[in-house]
């Protein structure tokens, strides 16, 4: 696929809280110059057809910093519309709130839907989440394959920006097979530390600035956790995995970090074998 990203699909629905999508995507749209599509999906057949006003003027202030931006106006479901042009897209930024016809709690419904139904990876912001420039790149392993094809996308960015890396396992502390209470007990045998180690070794050997870390805990929490006691300018994971990120589609580890998360989350379903949108092969 393609080693750059030529076409970002911005979703906004005219709420305050869209609008943390175009800041978010700023790191990526000055380093890499794409076009930049500004959709408003129009649900109510008897609105006017025509974007809110703040969307019209987010994408005007785009053009005049110079970026290749346009307004792509549409009538229908909007999970449908976004699902339907981010297929021409190297990359769907959203954000996890909106209102009017993309209600939701925190993590709307419009969002999950469109998350179980792209294929490109997806810059995900919350409400109140303030932009800065990626400096840091924190990213949610597993020890599964699945779980490295978020790599495909973490690789190539951090080439082009120039951004450090840590990677995170988070794995439960062993325990009798009896369970804790009423929570049946998982013993964790393996070390993630080797897994990790060469997963670093390979993103070092392409010259990025690589570190590792396993936390002990829940997944969700222990990568809120670490996102927040780092620093971390990014969270980097998928929606399905081995254990620390266990359900396809939307995974309840991803639902928790999009809920919370400090920074902007890239987020990858997992769908199988193949190449890695952003130009980095499956290892």
Request: overall charge neutral.
């Amino acid at each position: 696929m393609k080693a750059t990203i030529e076409r970002i699909l911005v979703a906004a629905d005219g709420s305050q809280e869209s609008e943390n999508a175009f800041g978010a995507v700023m790191p990526l749209v000055r380093a890499y110059r794409p076009e930049v599509a500004v959709l408003h999906v129009l649900e109510d057949p008897d609105a006017s057809f025509s974007p809110p006003a703040n969307v019209a003027k987010a994408c005007r202030a785009l053009r005049k910093s110079g970026v290749n931006a346009h307004l792509e106006i549409r009538e229908g479901r909007a999970a449908e519309e976004i699902a339907r042009l981010a297929a021409k897209a190297d990359l769907l930024v959203m954000s996890t709130h909106g209102r009017g016809g993309w209600e939701g709690v925190v993590l709307g419904s419009v969002t999950q839907e469109v998350i179980r139904r792209v294929e490109v990876p997806i810059l995900v912001t919350r409400p109140g989440m303030a932009a800065a420039e990626w400096t840091r790149m924190l990213v949610a392993l597993d020890g599964s394959p699945r779980g490295e094809r978020i790599l495909d996308d973490v690789i190539p960015l951090a080439e082009r920006l120039h951004i450090k890396v840590e990677l995170l396992q988070a794995a439960m502390p062993p325990i009798t097979p009896g369970g804790l209470g009423e929570i049946p007990g998982v013993r964790i045998e393996e070390n993630p530390l080797p897994y990790l180690d060469a997963v670093r070794a390979r993103l070092a050997s392409r010259g990025i600035d690589v570190s590792t870390r396993v936390a002990e805990g829940r997944a969700g929490t222990q990568i809120l956790a670490e996102a927040a006691r780092g620093g971390a300018s990014l969270i980097c994971m998928t929606t399905h995995g081995r254990t620390g990120l266990p359900r396809i589609l939307m995974g309840s580890i991803a639902d928790e970090v999009l809920r919370h998360a400090p920074c902007p989350v890239l987020l990858r379903r997992s769908v199988g074998s193949g190449s890695g949108v952003l130009g980095c092969p499956p290892g």
